[in-house]
């Protein structure tokens, strides 16, 4: 039975609208995945540049962190120094001021008479010569030869050897103390003796700022501890 127009049109319209149902399908489909590709390369790509912005920022707390650290160590370092420069500058005048007490001893002429008697019999016992030559302050040279005098005989009786002594009557030890502000302090001999061998060659100095030296050097551990306390760091005290 041949078909109408009106069915082929019919028909036609059915297929036309089969054809856009399938289309519109495809387009929802290819929407659909598009969206998802969208979303996955959206994602990844958030991600990757979440990871590059996390590692960018770690490693400007990393630098920061450093830099603090650099900075706190500098601060340490300073503030340490600063405290070492302190202590040393207290125990600079400390000892300055011990040296200036030094001139009160020779004002005591029993007390230094008998500390003079000490020197000389210690110089002679350091050099073991058979001459000597002692250099004093002018205004010790009598005091000096009564204690020369007097430990002739008692180092020849300790050591059965005779010594020549001989007090240097030319050049002698100078007696004012002179200080140079803001520099090295220099002082001049408050007292005490030098002892030479006869070619002057060795001498020992047992004059009172030397013998200072010397217990300064030998008690700096124990004036440290007294002035600042113990360091919990420090193993060996000399």
Do not use: W
């Not at 600063?82 to 011990?98: P, S, W």
Request: aromatic content about 6%; some cysteine; charged content about 30%.
């Amino acid at each position: 039975m041949a078909l109408t127009e009106a069915d082929v049109k019919k028909q036609i319209k059915h297929m036309m609208g089969f054809i856009e149902q399938e289309a519109g399908e495809k387009v929802e489909e290819i929407d659909a995945k598009a969206e998802e590709e969208f979303n996955i390369e959206k994602g990844r790509l958030v991600q990757t540049q979440r990871v590059k912005i996390m590692q960018f920022y770690e490693k400007k707390e990393k630098q920061i962190e450093q830099h603090k650290k650099i900075q706190m160590s500098n601060l340490t370092n300073q503030a340490r120094l600063k405290v070492l420069t302190a202590r040393d500058n207290m125990i600079t005048d400390l000892l300055n001021e011990a040296r200036q007490r030094l001139a009160e001893i020779a004002k005591d002429p029993a007390s230094y008479s008998a500390l003079l008697e000490g020197l000389v019999l210690q110089g002679f016992y350091q050099l073991l010569e058979p001459k000597v030559t002692v250099r004093c302050r002018q205004q010790d040279v009598e005091m000096v030869q009564a204690a020369v005098n007097k430990n002739i005989h008692i180092y020849k009786e300790a050591l059965k050897s005779n010594v020549v002594v001989k007090i240097d009557q030319e050049r002698f030890l100078p007696s004012e103390i002179c200080l140079v502000i803001a520099t090295a302090l220099c002082f001049n001999s408050c007292g005490g003796i030098e002892v030479y061998n006869d070619n002057r060659k060795i001498k020992v100095s047992n004059t009172l700022e030397n013998r200072l030296e010397l217990m300064a050097q030998q008690m700096m551990p124990e004036i440290r501890v007294d002035l600042f306390g113990a360091n919990p760091n420090r193993r060996f005290t000399d």
